[in-house]
């Protein structure tokens, strides 16, 4: 946090590690100090594949190695295999309607994550002998050639990486044929009933972190080259080119167009006096989850200034600070593309909430010891018991939720999402986040009382008056409260259920 003690300059993990560097040796790298206030890895990220820019273009289909690795996809949708045990195998070779004749298919299972136990679900990948006939490795779109019944699928491959044996790893978009290809696995294949095509955002609490990382950057490439299938430009269709990295018009080959990430600032809002936190929920959240507030980046704006932008039309309230503290890739994101988190602590300059009833169904202040609770939720009485040997199992996350608004009147998102991450680093942090001398209502005390729906007060000054004009520009002065420069309050805004 800002306040806290002047960082050292050495770092804690000494030399750099050879080889390939992963997200857990970066953060063995930065001092202890910064260590410390930036996010744990999050889910999708720390993908074990090399897939660096110089390294894919270095991929050519005529100088074929001895398998290619294939992780079947289907828009956000991941082809799994479910599992009771680490490891899960299967091999078998066949043709189906002189498909993928000379098929080797194996289950690609990896370890780490923070899961307990073994994952629930494997990711189900194929291993194709690089010189099988159907696949076509040389041409502009490079795509794997499956025949089923009368009908001839040319399914195309999406380049990913390298795996650590440095086998090429690519996507199988089976879109087109999605149901016939699922029946060839099971069937031809001999891989049973438990293969199949499942949504990421479903599965994704079964699988492990590398599985995760993987999953979440083919299905990313199978969205986007779902959706630009034709030119914005032009109009005439377009095509996968350098292994998927990109496509093209095939009118106009200069119109080119490459994978899109959306970036999306998500915030803790840490009240002025450093002892609550703006939580808020829209009408299509499960019933009692409240979580940070957030909303894309708009073009030519920074961080910052979206964090600003986005709280203040949320909820009317001033934000002064922001850091940001982690991030966190989101190939499910809410429009069908993928997103980039970008997490953030921000320091609010006011307090009363005015609700946009437009965007959000409810903004709430929560005291830190209503988040440390929701937080240990998930650590207690989801980790299985030590001391019993017949214990019973531990919770689902459906069902902590629910016992935690049975318990709380609320819960939060679970640790699978980088929300969960921004709660539980700023509950377990003690004191403010950020320094509350000299700030508007820092260390002050509350004034005002307001009931919580859920039975739980929450106490807080509404006779501050805001000290700034502008919401983006702090430091200039102005008048009202949570109204820059006292202008009426829109009819859109509805006061806070506080």
Known sequence: PPGAPPMASTTSGGALPKGRISMADMQSLLPVTISQQLLPPQHFSGNPLDRTYDRRLKFDGTSKSEEISLVVVAGREVCVRESSSGLRSSSSTGAAGGGTGGTNTTTTTTSGGAVSGPPAA???????????????????????????????????????????????????DVSDCRTGFMEFLRDTCSLGAGVGLSDLRAVLPQLSRDAAAIAGQATALSQWHQSHKFCPRCGAPTAPVEAGLRRQCTSAPHHKLYPRTDPVVIMLVESPDGRRALLGRNKKFTPGMYTCLSGFVDQCESVEEAVRREVFEESRVLVAQVAVVGSQPWPIGRYGGCELMLGCMAKARSYEVLVNMDQMEDVQWYDKDELRAAVEMYDVMGAPSEADAVAEPPMSVAQLQEHSLEQLGFFIPPPLAIAHHLIRTWALHEGPWFPTAGGVGGGGAANGSHSHPHGYPHSVPMSTAVTDGSIFTPGAQGQGQGQPGGVQEPVMYARGRL
């Open 122 to 172: 494997d990711l189900q990948a194929l291993l194709l002998n690089a010189t099988d006939p159907e696949l076509d490795l040389n041409s502009e779109s490079i795509c794997l050639t499956w025949v089923f019944g009368d009908a001839a699928y040319q399914l195309p491959l999406y380049l990913l990486g390298q795996d650590r044996t440095e086998r090429w790893t690519f996507a199988l």
